[in-house]
């Protein structure tokens, strides 16, 4: 077993896990952040999407110890006060989701891509999300939503949402 | 775009607006409820172990060190649960001949394909268990694995099943001359062919195998500590898993309990009782505790069932002018090594298909459905009409080849036309309604069909390297699964109604609890907003409850695409019912005669006055039910039926246009139309999501995907590296649009809408695909049409390397589908 130290969605958690254990494993079995799903075996898929220190990785290939000392930010943190990220909204907007189950990654990557690049033209959306396997929607309505959620966004407002209040949860979900 | 809302003084018709769906805000904050986040105290989990080989006989299985680890609880072969004695249910025995192997939960002394399961492990966490799972030392008797369709229907060949004597599971014969709705296929052909004013041309076409490829994988838990055994499972069908589950299992129906939460697509993959469902079931039986089962993304690629998978050897006659007298269709369908739930009959639908949207005057087709050592194959979104309409539409384009006409001139010249409808076809269905010109006169001009022919032209002149193919796919189809009569005299197990009930809450609020079962259609903003508009109640005072027997405890759940025109049926009629039930109240609270009583936008009103009371007023009166009328019941909810009397037959014309890279073999996609009938439309948002999902699913059969196996029976696109599932940066923007001629079948005159895209966008991208090398000598290419296919297809037709002598460029006909041999440098990208 490993100690591991970190911050998820605003709180910090402090854990013994498994060397072994994925990160995508620690937020569901041990956090409860069911909210990102595992959809594949290869990295392929994107389903677990998250960010870790404002970066999007798929957390099923990282390991949870990797973790240790970091940020790692959810589908479950984006929310503020209430208040959608652009790009949730965008995707609620444009019908960017059907059965759900990429949407969690397909968001988190979606936010990491208008990071590096706020004013994506459909090609640069398409190569920004092609990482991530969606079987309903034939991507139409993500691209419009990623683009949608780009004209509402200040250009580089997107990692803002991040930053959050941080309580210490000692052995949470353990 | 933003959601406007809907005051209750300011009644606007639901039906018809883009409504932002109920379902998203669960789905995009992460507060999901897939099986597998199902946590409960004392949960296990169980891996399972499967075998490597395609056909063997097990000698033996030895779990001891398997035991040995720490926090194992159990590991079982098939007979330390009964697993081998079981008989997974198959509801559609085709014919009164069919034969059915056994399918056990467990192979106990034979497998017949790879990844079978043959133990289970049971532990404290399933990483414990997949450890265990690997220790478990199983000794197989390799046997000849079954892997290509013809030879298997040979005699002396090794059989699947030695019990049932042969490897043919049925076969299944419709000729409209027996039929009395057209003539002799065959003595047309026949004639046709010593006919100098005709032409018969004869085609062989491959349909692939594929995997639905859900995103969620399946997962199921089951708690058997209450007094109802509940299953939690991620299942299309819910209440057919509960009656089969009882059926099977011989456990009493009443003591089961079965869950469907979110689920994570389906696409036809999750219409299924599968062997795992059963084994969690027996081993949480046997503990007395609850357990889990979540398949990794590999496993589900190997075990869940695949799709298609058939060789069509089609004939067609026509006469030199270009009218169609006779089309016969031998199939031969892959069935895998048993039998799934409505696996036999996904075929036989075809067998109404492949007339399509075309008067054919003789017709005949024959089916038969062969067992190998492969995964079991059933439904795929669209099954059975996407094979045909392939077969249908790649074969017009041929025949308008051989008789030198344009492809779209030859479908007008022989398709039904506008005022011919109802119109009853040569395979005896009735298309109630549909307007093929409108149609295609509209998708002909958002394609901008001539000007993409003069670039095509364009570009053969001046031989580019990249060459533009455009294909045409002009389709129907039947969905809305379906008439319970239809479905009883083709000896289909189950009928083919669907129900509805609504309850009115004191506070006015309303719960439609409905039979159908989502999982990414969209049912609970559809149905809220045909509720809204029959109710005359706010769109957001509407809840719709599914997907748990308990609350929903009859329904046939959701595939065929079947939810609105039947399921959303089903919610108008017991609206209709919860108005007359309500309407004595009415009369009895406004002192006046039901018969003085109109109801409009949510109210009754005393003819000529300004007298009137809310429905919802009227359920707050029952609840109270200080003061109603003698003789009723205080009590204005409703439970409604429906059985359609016919299926609903969307239509559409669908143009492709491709880049093929004539150096590389690549294709690119380049402009995509369709204008697709699908009836009235509830939420075109919804809609045009439906179109979008199916296209993207119907192009990646002709252009990426594939279930191979190689020579042994081993599944080569066994991960998502080698499945290659499209991504974002694969597809286009497609121009969609919709006709409208509504249905007459039903009351809301809709037609099903979530198969159509699958079910047309196939054969018009491998039309697209021939069309942009055929001048170069290429006459076919099997799906998907890799670069490497592609590539190996204009080296042979141009004669120029020797290495396309081992390319598949016509169709191979064998059950390998010849892919194991280009698979590992024809992988698409």
């Given at each position: 077993m490993a100690r591991i130290r970190t911050t998820v969605d605003g709180l910090v958690y402090e854990d013994d896990v498994e060397?072994?254990?994925l990160l995508v494993q620690y937020l569901r079995e041990?956090?409860?952040?069911?909210g990102t799903v595992i959809?594949?075996?290869?990295?392929?898929?994107?389903?677990?999407t998250v960010h870790l220190d404002g970066m999007s990785v798929k957390s099923c290939s990282?390991?949870?110890?990797?973790?240790?000392g970091a940020e790692v930010l959810t589908?479950?943190?984006?929310?503020r006060d209430g208040q959608l990220h652009p790009v949730q909204q965008a995707f609620h907007d444009n019908h960017?989701?059907?059965?759900?189950?990429?949407t969690p990654g397909m968001i988190m990557q979606s936010i990491d891509l208008l990071g590096d690049n706020p004013d994506p033209t459909e090609h640069e959306v398409r190569e920004g999300i092609e990482g991530n396997l969606c079987r309903?929607?034939?991507?139409q309505n993500i691209v419009r939503a990623v683009q949608d959620a780009a004209s509402k966004m200040?250009?580089?407002?997107?990692?803002?949402?991040?930053?959050g209040a941080k309580q210490t949860v000692a052995g949470g979900g353990a | 775009m933003t959601t406007t809302e809907n005051p209750a003084d300011a009644p606007?018709?639901?039906?018809g607006r883009d409504r932002r769906r109920k379902e998203d805000r669960r789905l995009i904050t992460g507060r999901t409820q897939w099986t597998d986040n199902k946590a409960l105290t004392g949960l296990l989990h169980i891996a399972m172990v499967r075998s490597p080989f395609a056909h063997a006989t097990i000698k033996g299985i030895d779990t001891s060190a398997a035991k040995?680890?720490?926090?194992?609880v159990g590991v079982y072969t098939a007979a330390d649960i009964g697993a081998d004695q079981v008989q997974l249910p198959c509801a559609?025995?085709?014919?009164?001949?069919m034969r059915s192997p056994q399918r056990p939960a467990l192979a106990g002394?034979?497998?017949?394909?790879?990844?079978?399961?043959v133990a289970v492990v049971v532990a404290r966490s399933a990483a414990i268990a997949k450890d265990a799972a690997e220790l478990v030392e199983v000794d197989y008797d390799e046997l000849e694995p079954v892997l290509d369709m013809e030879e298997a229907l040979k005699d002396g060949a090794t059989l699947v099943?030695?019990?049932?004597?042969?490897?043919?599971?049925a076969q299944w014969v419709f000729d409209s001359g027996e039929a009395g709705s057209g003539g002799n296929a065959t003595e047309a052909i026949s004639k046709a062919e010593s006919d100098d004013d005709q032409i018969v041309v004869r085609r062989r076409f491959r349909q692939q195998r594929l995997v639905p490829v859900f995103m969620e994988p399946r997962s199921t838990v089951v708690d058997p500590t209450g007094e109802q055994l509940v299953m939690w499972s991620s299942t299309q069908v819910p209440h057919i898993l509960k009656t089969m589950l009882a059926l099977t299992l011989g456990?009493?129906?009443?003591?089961i309990r079965v869950i469907a939460p979110d689920?994570?697509?389906?696409?036809?993959?999750?219409?299924a009782v599968a062997p795992e469902e059963v084994v969690t079931l027996l081993v949480a039986q046997k503990l007395g505790k609850p357990v889990k089962w979540t398949e990794t993304r590999s496993e589900s690629l190997l075990t869940a069932h695949h799709g298609r998978d058939q060789i069509q050897d089609l004939t067609m006659s026509v006469t030199?002018?270009?009218?169609?007298?006779g089309l016969d269709v031998k199939l031969l369908a892959d069935m895998g090594a048993y039998l799934g739930l409505v696996g036999p009959g996904v075929p036989i639908l075809g067998a109404f298909m492949f007339n399509a949207i075309y008067k054919i005057p003789s017709y005949r087709f024959d089916c038969t459905n062969v067992f190998t050592t492969k995964t079991l194959t059933d439904a795929y979104r669209g099954a059975g009409r996407p094979e045909a309409t392939f077969g249908i539409e790649r074969l017009m384009d041929e025949v308008a080849l051989e008789l030198g006409m344009e492809p779209m001139e030859f479908r007008k010249k022989n398709w039904i036309k506008?005022?011919?409808?109802?119109y009853t076809t040569v395979s005896t269905l009735t298309y109630d309604t549909g307007n093929y010109e409108a149609a295609t006169d509209q998708a002909m001009q958002m394609f901008d069909y001539d000007g993409l022919r003069r670039e095509q032209a364009e570009r053969r002149r001046r031989g580019d390297v990249k060459q533009l193919g455009i294909g045409i796919s002009t389709f129907t189809e039947m969905c809305g699964l379906a008439p319970s009569r239809v479905l009883g005299s083709l000896d289909y197990?189950?009928?083919g109604w669907e129900t509805a009930a609504i309850r009115m809450l004191p506070t006015g609020k309303v719960e439609v609890v409905v039979g159908v079962s989502p999982h990414g259609q969209g049912h609970e903003t559809a149905f809220s907003q045909i509720v809204a508009d029959q109710?005359?109640?706010?769109?957001?005072?509407v809840e719709i409850l599914h997907g748990d027997t308990q609350s929903s405890y009859r329904g046939l759940d959701t595939?065929?695409?079947?939810?609105?025109?039947v399921g959303g049926i089903a919610v108008v009629k017991a609206a209709e019912k919860v108005i007359e039930k309500a309407k004595p109240i009415a009369a009895h609270m406004l002192e006046?005669?039901?018969?003085d009583l109109e109801f409009s936008a949510g109210k009754f009103s005393v003819k000529g006055t300004d007298k009137g009371v809310g429905i919802q007023d009227i359920a707050l009166a029952v609840f109270a039910a200080h003061d109603y009328p003698e003789g009723i019941e205080p009590d204005i909810d409703a439970h409604a039926t429906f059985d359609p009397e016919n299926f609903s037959f969307p239509h559409g014309t669908h143009l492709c246009a491709v880049e093929v890279d004539?150096?590389?073999?690549f294709v690119s996609m380049y402009k995509y139309v369709c204008v697709d009938d699908?009836?009235?439309?509830?939420n075109p948002l919804i809609v045009e999501g439906q179109v979008h999902g199916g296209l993207a699913q119907g192009i990646a059969q002709a252009l990426y995907e594939e279930a191979a196996y190689d020579d042994q029976g081993?599944?080569?696109?066994?991960t998502l590296v080698d499945y290659t599932l499209p991504s974002a940066a694969d597809l286009i923007s497609f121009d969609t649009a919709n006709t409208t001629t509504a249905s007459t079948t039903n009351p809301l005159g809709v037609k099903g809408v979530g198969e159509a895209g699958t079910i047309a966008s196939t054969p018009a991208v491998v039309n697209s695909v021939l069309d942009a090398i055929r001048?170069?000598?290429?006459k076919d290419i099997d799906m998907p049409t890799t670069p490497y296919r592609v590539w190996s297809a204009i080296q042979k037709a141009s004669g120029t390397?020797?290495?396309?002598?081992?390319?598949?460029?016509?169709?191979?006909?064998?059950g390998l589908g010849s892919t194991a041999r280009d698979m590992p440098e024809g992988g698409n990208l």
């Open positions: 060397p072994r254990m041990r956090l409860g952040k069911t959809g594949c075996d290869t990295s392929n898929c994107g389903a677990c990282v390991l949870a110890v990797q973790a240790n589908i479950e943190g984006l929310e960017a989701l059907q059965c759900g189950y990429c309903c929607t034939g991507y200040k250009p580089g407002a997107a990692p803002t949402a991040e930053a | 606007v018709k639901e039906i040995q680890l720490p926090g194992i559609w025995p085709v014919t009164k001949d002394s034979r497998v017949n394909f790879a990844g079978e399961g099943h030695p019990e049932l004597g042969t490897n043919s599971n456990l009493p129906e009443h003591k689920v994570g697509g389906g696409f036809g993959g999750k219409i030199k002018d270009g009218t169609i007298t506008h005022d011919e409808f109802p197990g189950a009928g109710l005359g109640v706010g769109f957001d005072d595939y065929g695409s079947r939810s609105l025109a006046a005669s039901e018969g004539t150096e590389t073999g699908v009836g009235n439309v509830i081993t599944l080569l696109s066994g001048h170069l000598g290429v390397s020797g290495r396309a002598d081992e390319a598949n460029v016509a169709s191979p006909g064998a």
